[in-house]
Each structure stands twice: as structure tokens, then as C-alpha cells.
């Protein structure tokens, strides 16, 4: 069955940044794994065996993955009626097909997407988010949810966030391979294998870069597609203003269990103010978000 085009507005800067990202990202790894089989090319076969692995259960499971850890735990319409009705509404305004529906017990207010396609995706709100939000807030958190599924970049970051795992586990199998061989064989390898935490790193570091730069620009893309899909970015404001301003009121200990989710999150959990996640955030700071919902507001008001 073809899928019907939604109604969310076509954001091509975005979607030339996925494609830009994604690329970048792709030949990073390639250049991870050259590098592996340059050094320790007695390990060939281990180490394309691994990466296809990996790279597979990413792209199948990673969705699945980050859903388990969050807590999202799917609902029925006869157990969360309204938030289903939200979720409907949304998804009637914006001609789309409806995802699975979750809830996540935790005293956290966010929310988040994940999927490889509008197909499978999946749409999580905390209990948190549910006690604290008026409905139309609830909406506006939605439609900037359903952005992400209908942009596909929820697909792209998930991918692209795991690749980092991916690399860290190529190169400690392509390491113990290469130790391995060496022990039993002693030759020029020493120097050769140090390299290879050394690249590792940089591939990393350099991704990671990478997804950040995206991801902050991906939030206020579906900020603005929210906003105009229900043309209401006042809704949308007060539902950022009162997450973030309850985050405060979060335990740490739950703030920190919640950290490495941040770039799917609607708001960043943050432990404290000093914490180096905010350096490095998946996220614009409220006050962009703010900024770009008061302008959005003035040009539906014209």
C-alpha cells in the first residue's frame, strides 16, 4: 500500500543535512575500516563480519533498543484514551498514518519518537508529560514528535548515534584479533596497533560532532512544523517553558539515568547547570526555540 504524503511542510535544508551527515558519517567508517584492515589484515574476515553484524541489528533493532531503554510500554486506546485522541488528531491533521503509542512511567515530563519509517514508528509520552500538560500543549509536543516521523530524521539520528558503538566495537575485536596473532607471532604490529584507538577516537569524535550539529537543527526544524501544522506556536512555547522550567524539580539521579537519551528527547535532561552535555547539546537552547515560535507566531498573525 502506497503511503500518502503528510501534511507537515517539506524542510530541504534539513533533508540536505541528513543526506550531508550521512555521508560524512558513511566514510568515516569506511576509513575505520580500511584503516583495520590495512594494520591487522590478517583479521578480514573477522572484522567485515563484525561491521556488516553490527550495522544490520542497528538499522533493524536500534528503534526497539532505545524504546526498551526509556521504559516506553505500549497502550490501548481503553488505557490511555486521551492521550490516544491526541495522537489521533495530530495525525488526522497532518494525513498520517498512526503510530504505535507508548508510556513511559517516569516523573521526567518528555516525550520522543522512534522508527525506521512511519510504518514503524513509535510515539512515547512520560507520565510526567501527561500529568503536566494542558491539551492543547500535549498537541503541540505531538505534532513536534510526528515532525521527526514524518521527516524521517528520527531514522537518521538513531542510525547515526549507534555508529559510535559500532566503532568502538569494531576496533576492540579488530584490537583482540590483532593482539592475538601478534602473541602467538611477534612482528612489526606494536606501533601499527596503537594507531588504532588513535583513528577510533577520531572517527568518534568527529561523528559525534556531526550529530550534534544536525540534531540541534533538526529540533527547531520540527519546532517551526509543528507550530505550523497546528498553527498554534503558543501552545507549543508554553509546553517547552513549562517542561524545562519543571526539569529542575527532577531528582539527579533521574536526570543522569535519562542524559544518554537526550537526542531523542522533546527537552534535554540535564543533571546540573555545569554538566558537559550542555557543551555538546543535542538540543537549541530554549531561548532559540522560544525566538523562533514568537516569529513563526507573528507571520501566522499577518
Known amino acids: ?63 526497539k533498543i532505545a524504546a526498551i531503554g526509556m521504559g516506553a510500554h505500549q497502550v490501548t486506546p481503553e488505557e490511555a484514551p486521551e492521550f490516544h485522541g491526541a495522537v489521533d488528531r495530530i495525525c488526522a491533521l497532518a494525513n498520517m498514518e498512526k503510530p504505535r503509542v507508548a508510556i513511559a512511567r517516569s516523573d521526567i515530563p518528555n516525550a520522543f519518537a522512534t522508527g525506521r519509517s512511519e510504518r514503524t514508528a513509535l510515539i512515547c509520552a ?34 547515526a548515534s549507534f555508529l559510535g558503538v559500532m566503532a568502538g566495537l569494531i576496533t576492540r575485536v579488530a584490537l583482540w584479533s590483532g593482539l592475538a596473532r601478534s602473541s602467538r607471532n611477534a612482528g612489526p604490529l606494536g606501533l601499527a596497533i596503537l594507531l588504532i584507538p588513535l583513528v577510533s577516537a577520531a572517527v568518534y569524535v568527529i561523528g559525534f560532532l556531526l550529530t550534534r550539529l544536525l540534531s540541534r537543527y533538526r529540533e527547531l526544524s520540527a519546532d517551526r512544523a509543528a507550530a505550523l501544522l497546528t498553527g498554534r506556536p503558543s501552545a507549543l512555547a508554553s509546553a517547552l ?32 547547570k555545569e554538566s558537559l552535555s550542555r557543551l555538546f547539546s543535542s538540543h537549541p537552547t530554549l531561548e532559540q526555540r522560544l525566538d523562533q515560535l514568537a516569529r513563526i507566531s507573528t507571520e501566522l498573525g499577518r
Do not use: C
Open 1 to 63: 500500500m502506497m503511503m500518502t504524503r503528510s501534511r507537515y511542510k517539506p524542510d530541504h535544508g534539513l533533508t540536505t543535512r541528513m543526506v550531508t551527515t550521512m555521508f560524512l558519517i558513511g566514510l568515516l567508517y569506511v576509513v575505520l575500516v580500511g584503516v583495520l584492515l590495512a594494520v591487522l589484515h590478517g583479521a578480514w574476515l573477522i572484522i567485515l563480519i563484525v561491521a556488516a553484524v553490527v550495522f544490520v541489528a542497528q538499522f533493524w533493532f536500534s528503534d
Open 126 to 159: 512520560t507520565t510526567g508529560l501527561l500529568n503536566r500538560l494542558e491539551p492543547e500543549e500535549l498537541e503541540g509536543v505531538l505534532a513536534h514528535e510526528m515532525s521527526h516521523v514524518a521527516h524521517r530524521d528520527v531514522a537518521v539520528m538513531t542510525i
Open 241 to 272: 517553558t513549562k517542561v524545562s522550567g519543571q526539569m529542575g524539580r527532577i531528582p539527579t539521579r533521574d536526570l543522569r539515568r535519562a542524559e544518554p537519551f537526550n537526542a531523542l528527547y522533546f527537552v534535554p535532561a540535564f543533571s546540573s
